[in-house]
Each structure stands twice: as C-alpha cells, then as structure tokens.
C-alpha cells in the first residue's frame, strides 16, 4: 500500500501544484500526424478527464507512442489541437514547454534508467534538477518514493543489477518524483512475469488514486488494462475505431474491439499481409 | 568512481598536462633564453645574405646574443637590409663588422659581430658601418676556375 | 529522361549527386548542432563537476596509451634519425629533429589520431547508447536539455583534455628519443639537449603545435557528440556510428594538418 506521499506542503516543487493538484485533463481535436510522408494518425479526437486513467489500445506501429509525443510537446500535429490544462502544447515556446513538462511523468518502455547512475540517484535526478530542496529533504522523498513501489531496499543498486519488474517500478517512482499532474505510461506491461504484471498494475491504479493524477496508457495488454482503467480508446490504422468505459468494452458487440479483446488472429485486423491470390502465386512458378 | 577520486585523478591529469607544455617552452624549446627583455635594433646593409633566413641567430664569439628580425631588399642601391634585433644586455661598438657565416659546410647561416676598439657604442637603430657578405660557393668556384685558366694560358705564353 | 544514357552510368551519378548533396546537408546539421551546443555550455562549466567527470573520462584514462605511444614513437625516431643524420655527419642533430618533428606535427597528430579511436569512439557509444535506450528523451520529457546535461560536458571535456595529451605525448616522445640517443646509442647529451633548445622555438613551433591540438580536440569532439546524438537508435545504428566517428576523424584530423602547416610553417627555412 503505497504511503500517500506528504499532504501538500513545503515540499512541493511549485506552489501552482497545489491548485492543480486534481491533476489536468488532456484533450486531443482533431489530430493528424506524418512521419515524413507517412500519415500515421488521422483525424484523432479524444478526451482525457481529470484523475482518471485512460488507455489506447491498438496493434504495434498504429501510433500509440506518436499519441504521447504529441502530448508531450516532443512532436508537433500536422493539424489539430492538443491541449494540456489548457494550454495548447504545439504552440507553447521552449521555457513554456518545459515548465509544462515539469509537471509530467512518463514511464518508458523499458524504464530508461541512467545506467551511470543508482535508482536512490536515478530519482533524485528531477528533484535535484528542478528544484533547491536540502540533500536529507531529497532523501526523504526518494525513500518516500520508492517505498510507495516497494523498492526501498533497493536504493543502492545499480539499473544493471535490476530485473526488467524492477526497473519499472522504480522508472514508475522516478515518474512521480515531482509529483506530476499527468503520468504517461508507455507499454507499462511489455515483456513481465505475472507476478510484475499484477504489481505494475496495481501501482498505476493506486497512485493514480493516491495522488489525483491524470494518467495516459498506451499498451496492447487488454487483460491487464481492463482490470485498472477507466476509459479505453482502440486506435487503427490511424483512426480510432471504438471507445468505451471498462465495461462497456468488455461487453461490446463491435468486431474489431472483440478481435482484440478475444485475441482473434483474423477478423477486421486481417491474418495475411495483402499478396496475391495463393493459387495464382504457386501456379506462376509452373511453366 | 566517487567525486573525491575524480577530481584528484583529473587535478592530477591537468597538473601533468601543463607541466608537459612547460617542459617543452622551457628545456626543449628556448622561451626563456632568449633574454626577458625586447632587445635594440640593428640595421646592417649586405651586397649578398646568401643563405641568411628571419629568425636566424646573430652570434658574437660564438653566442647568441640576438635574432635576425626583418630582411628586404633597398630598391635604389640594391642592397639587401638586414634588421637585427640584439638583446640589451650587450653593447657594441660602432666600428663593429657585421658578417655573414655558415657554421661548418652544410651547417645554419648566421650572423657573426666582431666588435673593434672604438670607445663609442651603437645605439638603438643605428647602422653596422662594416659588412662582409656571404660566400656562395658557386663563386668561389668559378673564381677558382677561372684562376685555374688563367694560370694555365700564363704558362703557356 | 535517363533513357539517353546507359542505366548503369546514370544509377552511378545519381548516387554520387545524393551523397554529395547528403553530406553537404549533414554537414550544415552539423554545424547547426555545434552552435546549439556552444549555446548550452555554460551549464557545463556552472556544473563543474559534470565536465571534470568527462575530463577524467577522455583525458586521464587515455594517459597510458598516449604515454607509452608516444614514447615509443620518439625512441623509434630517434633510432632512424641517428641512421639518416650520421650519413652526413650531422647526428649532433639528432635532438633538434626529435624534438621538431613531435612538437610540430607528430605529438598533436598522433594524439588527436589515438584521441579519436579510444576517447572519441567511447564517447560516440555512450551517447548513441543512451539514446536507443531512450535515456535522452526521457530527460527531455523531463524538462532537462541534454544538450546541456550529457552532450556539453562530454564535447568541453574533449577539448580540454585532447591539448594536455598531445603535450604529454610529445614531452614523452622526446624523453624517448634521449633515452635511445643519448643512453642507448651514445651521443653527447649536452649535444643533444643544447641543440634542441637552440633550435626549437616557442614561437612558432611550440604554440603552433598547441594550436593544432586545440582544432584538432575541436573537431574530433565535436564528431564524436555528434554522430552519437545523431545515431540511429540501435544496435546496428551504434556501432555505423562509431565508426563514423573514428573514420571522420581521422580524415579530419589528417587534413587539418596539411591545411595549418601550410598556413604555420610556410615561412620558417631553418
């Protein structure tokens, strides 16, 4: 049971924090987006309300991970809008951008740990960088952190000496060191035991809870997401194809969200990859 | 590594550096023996420098006592006009003869002062009265040749 | 359109235009690269400690091979010197033509060429590494430029450390050609020191050797960051990348040379 992390206080980074502590709600209007030729999201809307955990679903390479660039400020819409706490992101300058992103956390793939670095230093890192409390204040709140994931024990270590569970979770601390109003989980559940699956998932929940954040999942795990999240959107093919709350999603009637749910290996996601009609391409070779 | 360890290792890595680069200013190259001081101006007006190049030492007995600092040719009397830069802590006097030699056969071409038994001293841009340009050997050898020659068509006669 | 000519030669000039036009863009990326890195360094030098860690990294843990090559290279020049210079009686010599040859051009040279491979390339592998493991877009996210956090000190530490090792290189080159000329092969050790200090000058050959070890530890830094920040984020995309940078350094290093000795020695006869 994750402590939840000091009431309000001196030990917030910012003061605005303590207004927006209710995290911030993220809406998308609109979006396309290319990669040099390739249009890889078209016409994207969705919103994303305060506290609450949101996934986006879909197969590999449909642009889930381009969804939170974007939020992030790391990629500008062709067009569209994306806004964050009111804010418009593509528009906000260099310093704007990044006093927003202060208040992100985002959970990479594989943790993206400093390899040079220990998990007590890998989460000090945002603290020491942004903010001017004492060396014992920091290390309080690192413990504090990393208690909430239940690594504290592990503070010494080095990323290397860490499982792929481990690295997470403590990627997951280093997340939230600042208290952020928004988390962003990218494949939070790729490649875990299901021990690590359970845990991860129910460190997203509670923090989520814990702390009144808003937070963003791109995964293609719909077991696991389905047992934490609110709101679910199913990207493909660049377009959203269905959305829903846990439930209805569960229960929906749509084929392509029953293809994912069920793990269909054909159905509107096809099996083979467009080629010519089987007979034709065998009797070519037959001259 | 620790801060502690690192810092000492990088202080010793930069003490060691500059150490090095004033090794070579001071025992290999000659920063300091050159003299502290900027030194007085010379002029000197050869027929031939030879093989004289800037920078070239200018000796007395031997031992540097300055440096050749500018060469250029007088257009009117056509008469190469050394600049020579001597350190201040040497006089010469003003019947002094300024020469060009080369040390041993292939060796560096330098300038050599005698100085003479005048009391008066040379002062800062004053000229060297006597000059003694230097050999070319292609001279030398042609003047022996013809030497030879006329030597011969004597005895003949 | 490209019916006129055989496809072969067309395919070939094509390539030759794209590539030439690529590294010209490259090129102007690159430069773009260096001043935004200019522009974030005074962080680098606020946070002391970040570009000292990188001195100790490119700098002191390149000391042994840069000490012991360099030795080797002056006892090596000393041993064919003497050969060459006994042939026509001039192995009094012998001091001034160690001692010219590393502190013009061997000591920034080989330095800045064994920089490059050690120094250089694991700079190059520390930052494409970092980036296929999405380190630096997690500093970004947040809100720290690693411009200014990993590229910076990693580029000043370069140039600060690349000078110091070329004079080290040199310093130790010529205890080598003592040790070979003087203990070794016999010759007079007032000869060999006195002739060396009456014919290398600080000015030009000393300074003008340090200068070539400042532009050389300009470029090769610069590569090295660079082609690390530019790498693409894989394994593959690592490896093309250090070598890139080994490669491109070298070549830089090596005409560099030739264009300031042009520039630096043209005039001095001896």
């Known amino acids: 049971m994750p402590a939840a992390p000091h009431a309000d206080s001196h030990a917030a980074p910012t003061p605005t924090d303590r207004v927006e502590r209710r995290g911030a709600a993220i809406e998308l209007a609109d979006v396309s987006f290319a990669y040099d030729q390739r249009l890889v999201l078209r016409g994207i809307s969705m919103k994303i309300p305060r506290g609450k955990i949101v996934a986006i679903m879909g197969g590999s390479g449909c642009g889930k991970t381009t969804i939170l660039r974007l939020i992030g400020g790391a990629l500008k819409p062709r067009s569209g809008k994306v806004i964050v706490a009111g804010q418009s992101v593509p528009d906000l300058n260099a310093d704007a951008l990044y006093a927003l992103r202060r208040r992100f956390g985002m959970l990479f793939q594989f943790g993206a740990l400093f390899t040079d670095m220990s998990v007590f230093e890998n989460i000090a890192f945002p603290m020491r960088e942004h903010t001017d409390l004492s060396e014992e204040l920091i290390r309080d709140l690192v413990l504090m952190k990393l208690h909430a994931v239940g690594l504290r024990g592990a503070a010494s270590l080095m990323p290397a000496e860490l499982s792929g569970g481990m690295a997470r979770r403590v990627a997951l601390a280093r997340a939230i060191a600042l208290d952020p109003m928004v988390v962003m989980y990218d494949e939070p559940f790729a490649g875990l035991d299901p021990i690590s699956l359970g845990v991860i998932g129910q460190l997203i929940r509670k923090l989520n809870d814990a702390l009144g954040i808003t937070s963003v999942v791109v995964t293609h795990d719909v077991y696991e997401s389905l047992k934490i999240v609110d709101y679910l959107y199913f990207v493909s093919e660049g377009r959203i194809v269905a959305s829903g709350t846990a439930e209805e999603v569960r229960e929906s009637a749509d084929s392509y969200v029953r293809q994912f749910v069920d793990g269909e290996p054909d159905g509107p996601v096809p099996f083979h990859y467009p080629a010519q009609p089987y007979a034709k391409e065998l009797l070519t070779h037959v001259r | 590594m620790n801060r502690a360890a690192i810092d000492l290792w990088v202080g010793i890595f930069v003490a060691i550096g500059l150490g090095a680069i004033v090794f070579l200013a001071l025992k290999v190259g000659n920063l300091l023996t050159i003299g502290a001081e900027p030194g007085y101006r010379l002029e000197a007006r050869f027929d031939n420098i030879g093989g004289l190049k800037l920078r070239a030492p200018v000796k007395a007995a031997g031992v540097v006592v300055g440096r050749v600092e500018s060469i250029r040719l007088d257009p009117k009397t056509y008469e190469a006009v050394v600049s020579l830069r001597v350190d201040r802590s040497f006089e010469f006097t003003k019947d002094t003869i300024a020469a060009i030699n080369t040390s041993g056969l292939l060796g560096e071409v330098y300038v050599s002062l005698d100085a003479g038994g005048e009391t008066v001293m040379l002062k800062d841009g004053d000229r060297i009265g006597k000059t003694q340009s230097a050999v070319v050997v292609e001279k030398l050898i042609s003047q022996f040749l013809f030497d030879k020659a006329a030597e011969s068509g004597n005895a003949k006669k | ?270």
């Open chain 3, 1 to 270: 359109m490209y019916a006129e000519v055989p496809g072969g030669v067309a395919y070939w000039l094509r390539r030759l235009g794209g590539a030439v036009t690529g590294s010209i863009g490259r090129l102007g990326y690159a430069s773009r690269f260096l001043l935004a890195v200019l522009w974030h360094s005074p962080q680098a030098f606020r946070r002391i400690q970040l570009t000292l860690r990188e001195i100790y990294f490119a700098g002191v843990l390149s000391l042994v091979i840069i000490l012991m090559s360099g030795m080797f290279v002056g006892m090596v020049l000393s041993l064919q010197g003497y050969e060459t210079l006994k042939r026509y009686g001039a192995d009094e010599q012998l001091g001034i033509l160690v001692a010219l040859a590393l502190v013009r051009e061997l000591g920034p040279v080989i330095a800045g060429l064994l920089f490059a491979s050690r120094a250089g390339s694991a700079i190059t592998a520390e930052i494409g590494l970092m980036k296929t493991t999405e380190q630096l877009a997690a500093m970004e996210m947040m809100a720290v430029d690693p411009l200014a956090r990993v590229i910076a000190p990693r580029f000043w530490g370069g140039i600060i450390s690349l000078p110091l090792l070329a004079a080290l290189f040199s310093a130790f080159g010529i205890f080598g050609g003592y040790l070979v000329g003087v203990r070794l092969i016999g010759i007079d050790a007032g000869a060999f020191w006195g002739q060396m200090q009456a014919g290398v000058d600080f000015w030009p050959d000393v300074t003008n050797g340090i200068v070539k070890s400042v532009v050389f530890a300009l470029a090769v830094s610069l590569i090295a960051v660079f082609e690390g920040y530019d790498s693409k984020p894989t394994a593959e995309g690592v490896s093309t990348a250090t070598t890139r940078t080994v490669v491109i350094s070298s070549l830089a290093i090596l005409a560099l040379d030739f264009v300031m000795t042009v520039f630096m020695f043209r005039g001095t006869g001896t």
